[in-house]
């Protein structure tokens, strides 16, 4: 295999909340409530539509696309979540510097160097919001290709926690089945002081709905069994996808690290001409789609809602 080349899971498309649009002559971010999943072409309106988009929306309630069936392809909950913190350079979208907290990998004008990781906010070089934490989630939808992926990318806190927790969380309690369970990602909203208390959209990682937790892991019990029954290898898959991201010094690429400038930090500067300019002033929440979002949350919750024995 080619050394520097990182060897990623097969990407068939992406998944995304919100999207891009032209607003006086700029690309921008749009938010949205609900998820779209797309291919990996591009128009002149932007990602074209997956055909799995289509189907999954005609069973959700209003259309609204608020939960995927997923499955993870990996045990190991490391290699389905990517998360680091990235440095992108915002011309050229290559990455600059990537660490996780302890240390990082900078490149430099004598090559890469190593060096102490202290997160961004205590780092000279990623003041001005130039350092984001990076999350990449791969998941299966098709079972027509058990090995192709569709990718969630966030630079969240919201997201990337809270997947973190969850794939850590199922694999520990299906004693390491995390690729045989039955799950979903769920879009979920919260108000924060920072965000004017207007809904702030993340994504979760549940099981599917009416499926109970110890009925999800004696059916992952099942699947394993007959998985190894006909031959096939977990741990070698994993271990081969873990060889795969360790062939490079960076996982990322300038490619890719163009369209996250794009969107990303093209939020950055439509948040900045938003905020109001007197840190102190109450900002009024507007009627708008996220009213819906909210609405369809407390709807929700009071029929989950139940005692717990």
């Given at each position: 295999?080619?050394?520097?080349?990182?060897?990623?899971?097969?990407?068939?498309?992406?998944?995304?909340?919100?999207?891009?649009?032209?607003?006086?002559?700029?690309?921008?971010?749009?938010?949205?409530?609900?998820f779209?999943?797309?291919?990996?072409?591009?128009?002149k309106?932007?990602?074209?539509?997956?055909?799995?988009?289509?189907?999954l929306?005609?069973k959700?309630s209003?259309?609204?696309?608020?939960?995927?069936?997923?499955?993870?392809i990996?045990?190991?909950?490391?290699?389905?979540?990517?998360?680091?913190?990235?440095?992108?350079?915002?011309?050229?979208?290559?990455?600059?510097c990537?660490?996780?907290?302890?240390?990082?990998?900078r490149?430099t004008?004598?090559?890469?160097?190593h060096?102490?990781?202290?997160?961004?906010?205590?780092?000279?070089?990623?003041q001005?919001g130039?350092?984001?934490?990076?999350?990449?989630?791969?998941?299966?939808?098709?079972e027509?290709?058990e090995?192709?992926?569709?990718?969630?990318?966030?630079?969240?806190?919201?997201?990337i926690?809270?997947?973190?927790?969850?794939?850590?969380?199922?694999?520990?309690?299906?004693?390491?089945?995390?690729?045989?369970?039955?799950?979903?990602?769920?879009?979920?909203?919260?108000?924060?002081?920072?965000?004017?208390?207007?809904?702030?959209?993340?994504v979760?990682?549940?099981?599917?709905?009416?499926?109970?937790?110890?009925?999800?892991?004696?059916?992952?019990?099942?699947?394993?069994?007959?998985?190894?029954?006909?031959?096939?290898?977990?741990?070698?898959?994993?271990?081969?996808?873990?060889?795969?991201y360790?062939?490079?010094?960076?996982?990322?690429?300038?490619?890719?690290?163009?369209?996250?400038?794009?969107?990303?930090h093209?939020e950055e500067?439509?948040?900045?001409?938003?905020?109001?300019?007197?840190?102190?002033?109450k900002?009024?929440?507007?009627?708008?789609?996220?009213?819906?979002?909210?609405?369809?949350?407390?709807?929700?919750?009071?029929?989950?809602v139940?005692?717990?024995n």
């Amino acid at each position: 295999m080619i050394k520097g080349l990182a060897i990623t899971p097969p990407i068939l498309g992406r998944i995304s909340i919100g999207k891009m649009v032209e607003k006086n002559g700029k690309r921008v971010p749009e938010k949205d409530d609900q998820f779209t999943i797309t291919s990996q072409i591009q128009n002149k309106e932007g990602w074209v539509k997956h055909p799995l988009d289509e189907q999954l929306r005609a069973k959700a309630s209003n259309q609204k696309l608020r939960s995927i069936p997923v499955r993870m392809i990996f045990n190991d909950p490391e290699l389905n979540l990517r998360a680091e913190y990235t440095l992108f350079d915002r011309q050229t979208g290559r990455p600059v510097c990537i660490g996780n907290g302890e240390t990082c990998q900078r490149l430099t004008n004598q090559g890469i160097e190593h060096h102490p990781c202290p997160s961004p906010d205590l780092c000279s070089l990623a003041q001005g919001g130039l350092c984001k934490p990076y999350g990449r989630l791969y998941v299966n939808l098709d079972e027509s290709d058990e090995l192709g992926t569709f990718v969630f990318r966030t630079t969240g806190f919201n997201s990337i926690r809270t997947l973190a927790a969850r794939l850590s969380y199922y694999h520990a309690a299906s004693n390491g089945l995390l690729s045989c369970l039955p799950l979903q990602l769920t879009l979920r909203g919260k108000s924060t002081t920072q965000s004017y208390r207007t809904p702030v959209y993340y994504v979760d990682l549940t099981l599917r709905e009416g499926i109970h937790l110890q009925e999800a892991i004696q059916t992952a019990k099942e699947i394993d069994q007959k998985s190894k029954l006909s031959g096939f290898n977990q741990a070698a898959l994993d271990q081969m996808a873990r060889q795969g991201y360790g062939n490079a010094q960076f996982e990322l690429n300038a490619e890719e690290g163009l369209d996250l400038v794009e969107e990303f930090h093209a939020e950055e500067s439509s948040k900045a001409e938003q905020q109001p300019i007197d840190s102190n002033a109450k900002s009024i929440p507007k009627l708008n789609q996220d009213d819906g979002f909210v609405q369809d949350m407390q709807k929700g919750l009071h029929g989950s809602v139940r005692a717990v024995n």
